[in-house]
């Protein structure tokens, strides 16, 4: 099984440029079905399966990779996946992050300096897609340890269903 699975991948990295797109994520299972754009490659891969490949998190679009950094904040706190897993992405030297989860960043238009709680910042497409699909994806994770944090602190947020903040 992880054969075939390790053929389409390389179907896809050889001969469709890194391409992909999410199509779902099943349930609550932290399942991806992922396809290669333009062929009819259709993967089916767990979050760790996804994360520990860069070629699709760099070439997702910032919005689904950040997703997927919130999808795997929570696949990290409920246990199906191990924190190694995320240590082989770095952010670029145009952004940084502070013990808060908020971001710090140059606007590429205004050149200002920005910062932002992460969880705004992914909320916001305008805003994830000014990143690289790296960036997005590492702002995601920030945003779901947000969420998290806020979801078990008193006074919370915590009756609102995590899917409606996203």
């Known amino acids: 099984m992880k054969l075939i ?73 409920y246990g199906f996946v191990c924190q190694s897993t995320v240590n082989h992405y770095t952010a670029d030297s145009t952004i940084s992050f502070d013990c808060h989860h908020n971001v710090q960043f140059v606007h590429p238009i205004s050149s200002n300096n920005i910062v932002l709680p992460a969880e705004e910042i992914a909320a916001a497409k305008e805003l994830i897609n000014l990143f690289n699909p790296v960036g997005a994806y590492l702002i995601g994770v920030e945003a779901g340890k947000q969420k998290l944090n806020k979801q078990f602190l008193p006074n919370s947020f915590a009756n609102i269903p995590i899917d409606n903040l996203f």
């Not at 992909?20 to 009819?40: E, G, N, Q």
């Not at 860069?54 to 990779?65: C, N, R, T, V």
Request: include cysteine.
């Open 5 to 77: 699975k390790w053929l389409k991948l390389l179907l896809c990295h050889f001969r469709y440029s890194h391409k992909y797109t999410i199509v779902d994520f099943l349930d609550d299972s932290f399942i991806a079905v992922i396809r290669c754009l333009d062929t009819r490659v259709v993967l089916r891969l767990n979050i760790e399966e996804v994360i520990a490949n860069k070629g699709i998190i760099s070439h997702l679009l910032p919005e689904q990779a950040c997703f997927v950094g919130i999808k795997y904040a929570f696949a990290l706190k």
